[in-house]
């Protein structure tokens, strides 16, 4: 036993946090929640049927993740591409279905110290939508434990095509391009993460090996973890499984493996 099991975890996810080392876990945690429409195909049910029940899921892991306090969690809810791409009722019936999760959730999210964030282009969201966003942000913005960033209407390639336009608009208040230097962290410092460090494990469900245009600058060095296990099956005891399994990673971050008992660093893997 390493450390002490926190409260509110059931038997099965404290026998899992038990195993874990609690200074290794990771800082921030992003997921791409997929796999409610086969979810719901396996039950011959209709799609929507299939993201209802990915609220369930939502409500899991968002509470375990604080009780083990994990800083940052950030789910890839919308693409840009969902919106583009997917029927208008089956859109229209996700924006309600985030309107109530906002206002069934704000208790909870107070209850549990977490804090409400939103990554993505939330001018192009119906204004009724973008309301109860900033309400319910407003509402968590005292909270001081995990900070919650939901993934709406967001697009990575989006994202840096908008810290360049934001960078260009800084340097042409600030005396023009001539002064502009440009760095890694200069970028970073435009993202719409830039209240977050990078995710150090992210997690997707359902099997795919993709990335889908999600944090594809900040998951860089990150960890990838992909179950079969579909979204809406998906619980604060899967999530307790994905680190065990980030433990027994090693992270080099382009270096050398560091230590073999002989002082000399293995020369295998440079990623
Ligand atoms: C991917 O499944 C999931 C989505 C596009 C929407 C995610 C939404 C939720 C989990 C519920 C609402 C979330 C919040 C935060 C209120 P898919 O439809 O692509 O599944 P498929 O690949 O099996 O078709």
Redesign the pocket.
């Known amino acids: 036993m390493h450390l002490k099991v926190p409260a509110g975890l059931d038997r099965k996810e404290a026998e899992v946090y038990s195993r874990l080392h609690p200074e290794r876990l990771p800082q921030h945690i992003a997921i791409i929640?997929?796999?409610?429409?086969?979810?719901a195909?396996r039950r011959h049910l209709p799609?929507i049927a299939?993201?209802?029940a990915?609220?369930a899921?939502?409500r899991s892991v968002v509470e375990t993740a604080a009780r083990i306090h994990i800083p940052s969690l950030t789910?890839?809810?919308?693409?840009e591409e969902?919106w583009k791409r997917?029927p208008r009722t089956e859109v229209s019936f996700?924006m309600s279905?985030?309107q109530r999760?906002?206002k069934a959730e704000v208790p909870t999210l107070n209850k549990n110290n977490i804090r409400l964030e939103y990554i993505g282009r939330q001018h192009e969201l119906s204004s009724d939508v973008q309301d109860r966003m900033a309400w319910a942000r407003e509402a968590t913005g005292h909270n001081t434990g995990m900070t919650l960033t939901?993934a709406l209407n967001y697009s990575a390639r989006t994202e840096i095509v908008d810290a360049f336009n934001s960078l260009l608009a800084m340097a042409q208040q600030n005396g023009g391009v001539a002064h502009l230097e440009v760095d890694e962290e200069a970028i970073a410092r435009h993202l719409y993460t830039r209240h977050l460090p990078d995710p150090d494990l992210v997690i997707r469900t359902?099997g795919?090996m993709r990335l889908s245009n999600f944090l594809l600058w900040q998951l860089a060095y990150a960890e990838i973890y992909v179950t079969p296990t579909?979204?809406?099956d998906f619980r604060g005891l899967h999530l307790l499984e994905a680190l065990a399994e980030y433990q027994k990673r090693e992270r080099r971050y382009g270096g050398l493996v560091e230590d073999h008992g002989n002082g000399i660093p293995s020369r295998q893997g440079k990623h």
């Open positions: 929640m997929d796999g409610n429409g086969r979810w195909r799609r299939g993201h209802r990915g609220v899921a939502v789910l890839y809810a919308f693409s969902n997917r996700l279905l985030l999760y906002l939901l359902s795919e579909l979204w809406p």
